[in-house]
């Protein structure tokens, strides 16, 4: 009998009693995810901790994360509803069976969404950075009447507005 996995947060099932919630955040491919559903969620370094997180208030659950390892395009949270009991099994590295058998997997969530949104932002923070520090070197063009700054203050302030504009608009393209 095939059992149905969510593809969207608000189609999880509700977290039953004496049971913790585990997400792990992966950008691999596909074939990875094909593979969990078939096998298990397999963890090869001695502890699930090192590979996910996992919460036993439902309402606590993020199923996102700012680090740009496990967000942006291509991330999926997988979802597994774990015994409280058995989480200690995966918790202790001398003990650990290092997989999360299928049969806890209750769902696979593009959260890619998250990511797209920030990132959307900033190439025109980024573009809006180097203008502005542009404007602050330029003492003709402001006088320093803004912030009634020395030209040396000046100028550190907008080499390092300048320079986080880039590292920004960098970033962004790569992408």
Partial sequence: MS???????EDLP?????YCRVVHLTKFPESYLASIIKEGLKYNYGMLSATARWWGNEKEVDYFSDDFRFS????????MDVPNDEI??????????GI???KYLVGII???DKGKKLEGILKPLSVFAIASSILIV?????????????KTYSNIL?????????????YSIKK
């Fill in 14 to 18: 509700k977290l039953k009693k004496d």
């Fill in 100 to 102: 999360v058998p299928k």
């Fill in 88 to 97: 200690r099994l995966h918790d202790n590295i001398s003990k650990s069976p």
């Fill in 158 to 170: 907008g080499a390092i507005i300048f320079l986080l504009g880039l590292l920004g608009l960098f």
């Fill in 138 to 150: 330029s003492t003709n063009i402001t006088g320093n009447a803004v912030a009634n700054l020395t």
């Fill in 72 to 79: 942006g395009e291509g991330t999926h949270a997988v979802v």
């Fill in 3 to 9: 059992r149905k996995i969510a593809n969207k947060i």
């Fill in 110 to 112: 593009d959260v890619s």
